[in-house]
């Protein structure tokens, strides 16, 4: 199995920053793609950015500009950085791994328990 966590999440003014971290553990695995997904009260959980193990990353178009994902393959992390928020970008923040289990040789999405992410003023 693989554990997920997430970190980084808070309150922030419109047009602040913050920073999201996640992390992945566990043993015989290796990560295919990562990502970020957000889900805000009384709405569906919507795709934010997803990055590959290699080649380009992928945003929707509501945080093109201003989010920017990046990971670490040698930490099992990915990153969510997060600029100019607006009040619409507050929700649960959650990280999604998708790791090839050796144990079965099959893939699997594993998620973290989620973050919250407050822009107010």
């Known amino acids: 199995q693989v554990q997920v966590v997430e970190s980084g999440g808070g309150l922030v003014q419109p047009g602040g920053s913050l920073r999201l971290s996640c992390v992945a553990s566990?043993?015989?695995?290796?990560?295919?793609?990562m990502g970020w997904y957000r889900q805000a009260p009384g709405t569906q959980r919507e795709l934010v950015a997803t990055i590959p193990s290699g080649g380009s990353a992928d945003y929707a178009d509501f945080v093109k500009g201003r989010f920017t994902i990046s990971r670490d393959n040698a930490k099992n992390t990915v990153y969510l950085q997060m600029n100019s928020l607006i009040p619409e970008d507050t929700a649960v923040y959650y990280c999604?791994?998708?790791?090839?289990?050796?144990?079965?040789?099959?893939?699997?999405?594993?998620w973290g328990q989620g973050t919250q992410v407050t822009v107010s003023s």
């Open positions: 566990g043993s015989r695995f290796s990560i295919n793609a």
């Open positions: 999604s791994c998708n790791a090839l289990l050796y144990s079965t040789g099959t893939s699997e999405a594993f």
